[in-house]
């Protein structure tokens, strides 16, 4: 099934994984003098490097761009300022771990268990691998088990000796004048210093741009961190030999800097480039010609800090239900968490704390270098394994049956779809202050339709929400107590304020409500902890004349209106709700549909089929299920969305 026309969006293989490379945004130049910038700007996109300014975390996006990319489906992702965003997850995450500290420290919470690592310091091989991973008994939701455990232990890779090296000399722009430094023939680890600028293709020769190039010689396995520090915005990537770039980081260090952490996948001569960061500039379109640059980006001195390494990897083991909700966060030297399921597989990977997207009520860990949610789906023995740089490392680990289970027997989520326009406090999406959103009957007439077609544009949406969320559900999911009761503002009161009813606004524009956005939602929230949420869908971009995100490019007289925009909203909104129930955003480029697929490649989400007309025999039916987390937001493995959906609608049990 193809999910988006190759007109709207192509495909970028880096690293193995399929990432997004969409067209240049609006107002970028469409030409450089040394090339096509254009070409440059996917290229950069499809790095995983954003191509706007970007900006400090302390400073305010204007009103209208400061829309969450974790909760909102954007109508260009290309837009997004991933440092403004991966500051703000930082400090907003570090503030919420602070403020849960403080909350635990005033309620009678069970002191977790203490697991020490058997593996003796110094040594690995012991537990590095999800074969061998360390139980850690007594843990679980169960009945006399611990539900909390704090993991102490040490990462021992092969020792680094790093030599103190004099910069490298210009030209070496390319991989055929990479720079020598010996890194794995002669040592494992330097540091040195360069100059972006200073070469012949830097602002004071020919302008094409300067690049930094160092040979690498590797060993399937080994684990290469390149950090850069100083006043310069750097961007660090890794080339094969055959001039594929295999890895690339922006900021992953302090600041600007940048910190790449790759493990080598096969072994052979590998080419590691300093760069400094531009818009569309950051690559050449030919590492193997120096001049290849399409102009100059960010210019001045950096330190280079370099080491390749066999790593030491600890897995630990943990028992849980289905549908038990995990959670860790770690401290101390570790940098990367990962959870895989009973067969191995990874579900959860990350290498940030965004945590600051949880509700407040949910009471996952967070405030470490790497924090992981998880939800169940099945019982079995599941690992969680911490890597990074050699030390001691601290990780929580926290398990919780889903939030709705504490509730009295038989109670049932509710969703209420607010078709009507609403006065709502858009602060809470980060948006200005509480706007009036206008009604869904106001956007009729952008396709096509009348006053008298709203009952059934109504009607349909209903149907598909239904389908999407619960039918589905029970069909498919795991959950054999998943309810949700469906309610809308034409035919109920309105119930929002009472207990466990979310609700999600159909109406509105992005003036109206201060935020660039098609939709997006208050939290991410695995287990429905917060039974009570916010989301909207605004209709102004959706029913624009045309456009990648308008209905309209999709409808002719061939289409069946009425089903194709009642399915289309019922999928958007269906989007929103499954971030309230928990899901992060999957892959919008790879081949398998899902609801939870991100902005920017439209029309997949809209149910288009290969006809590229909405409302005819071969749409698609896109549903939760199973596709791999989006490489923009920085997780990794397959992520499970129907039954992290089911789960958070699990019906109370307390009695």
Do not use: C
Request: charged fraction near 20%; charge should be negative.
């Amino acid at each position: 099934m193809r999910k988006r026309l190759a007109s709207i969006a192509v495909a970028g293989l880096i690293a193995g994984t399929v990432v997004m490379v969409a067209p240049a945004p609006a107002g970028a130049a469409p030409s450089s003098p040394h090339g096509d910038l254009e070409a440059g700007i996917r290229r950069q996109l499809a790095a995983g490097i954003q191509v706007v300014p970007k900006q400090a975390a302390a400073g305010k996006l204007a009103a209208t761009s400061a829309a969450n990319p974790y909760t909102a489906l954007l109508r260009d992702p290309a837009k997004v300022d991933k440092y403004y965003w991966s500051e703000q997850a930082r400090t907003r995450s570090a503030a919420r771990a602070q403020q849960k500290t403080a909350q635990k420290g005033l309620a009678a919470v069970a002191n977790p268990i203490i697991h020490d690592e058997a593996e003796p310091k110094g040594t690995h091989g012991s537990n590095d691998s999800h074969a061998t991973a360390e139980l850690i008994k007594g843990f679980g939701t169960g009945k006399k088990l611990n539900n909390r455990v704090r993991v102490l232990g040490q990462l021992s890779p092969e020792t680094v000796s790093p030599s103190a090296l004099n910069p490298a000399t210009e030209d070496d722009g390319s991989i055929p004048l990479a720079y020598e430094f010996g890194l794995g023939s002669l040592r494992n680890g330097f540091t040195t210093t360069g100059t972006i600028g200073d070469g012949p293709h830097g602002s004071a020769g020919d302008g094409s741009g300067d690049f930094d190039f160092a040979k690498v010689h590797a060993r399937a396995g080994q684990q290469l961190v390149a950090g850069t520090s100083g006043a310069l915005d750097t961007v660090v990537g890794l080339y094969d030999a055959g001039g594929v770039l295999v890895a690339s980081d922006d900021d992953s260090g302090p600041g600007l800097s940048s910190l790449l952490d790759f493990t080598i996948p096969a072994t052979g001569d590998y080419f590691l480039m300093v760069a400094g960061y531009g818009l569309g500039t950051v690559l050449p379109e030919d590492p193997f010609d120096s001049g290849s640059g399409l102009g100059t980006g960010r210019e001045g001195a950096y330190n280079l800090d370099v080491s390749l390494a066999f790593p030491d990897l600890d897995f630990y083991a943990v028992d849980l239900l289905a549908g038990d909700v995990l959670g860790g966060s770690v401290t101390g030297v570790g940098t990367r968490l990962t959870v895989r399921d009973p067969g191995g597989r990874i579900v959860f990977g990350s290498e940030q704390d965004a945590s600051f997207i949880y509700a407040p009520a949910a009471p996952l860990p967070g405030g470490g270098n790497a924090v992981v949610s998880y939800v169940a789906p099945r019982g079995g023995r599941y690992t969680v394994e911490v890597g990074g740089l050699a030390g001691q490392y601290d990780i929580t680990v926290e398990a919780y049956r889903p939030g709705p289970e504490a509730l009295d027997q038989g109670t049932t989520q509710t969703l209420f779809l607010d078709f009507d326009g609403a006065r709502v406090n858009t602060a809470i999406f980060g948006g200005p202050g509480v706007r009036q959103l206008s009604p869904l009957q106001g956007f009729l007439g952008r396709w096509g339709l009348t006053a008298a077609d709203e009952d059934k544009v109504i009607d349909q949406v209903i149907a598909a929400v239904r389908e999407n969320i619960l039918a589905d559900a029970k069909a498919r999911g795991t959950d054999p107590r998943v309810g949700l009761t469906i309610l809308n503002s034409r035919d109920d009161a309105d119930p929002f304020g009472r207990p466990n009813v979310h609700r999600i606004v159909v109406g509105g524009t992005i003036d109206e409500s201060g935020i660039d956005t098609i939709g997006i939602a208050q939290y991410i929230d695995p287990g429905n902890f917060a039974t009570e949420d916010s989301a909207i869908v605004l209709l102004d971009t959706l029913s624009d004349p045309s456009g990648a995100a308008s209905l309209n490019t999709y409808i002719t007289p061939a289409s069946n209106k009425i089903k194709f925009i009642g399915r289309a909203l019922g999928n958007v909104i269906s989007h929103e709700a499954g971030h309230l129930y928990g899901n992060f955003h999957t892959d919008p480029l790879n081949e398998t549909p899902n609801l939870m697929d991100a902005g920017g490649a439209f029309p997949g989400l809209f149910g288009v089929g290969p006809d590229n007309v909405g409302g005819t025999a071969d749409d698609f039916d896109y549903d939760f299920g199973e596709d791999v987390y989006t490489p923009d937001e920085g997780l990794a493995g397959t992520e499970d969305t129907l039954n992290t959906t089911a789960w958070a609608l699990v019906k109370g049990k307390a009695k």
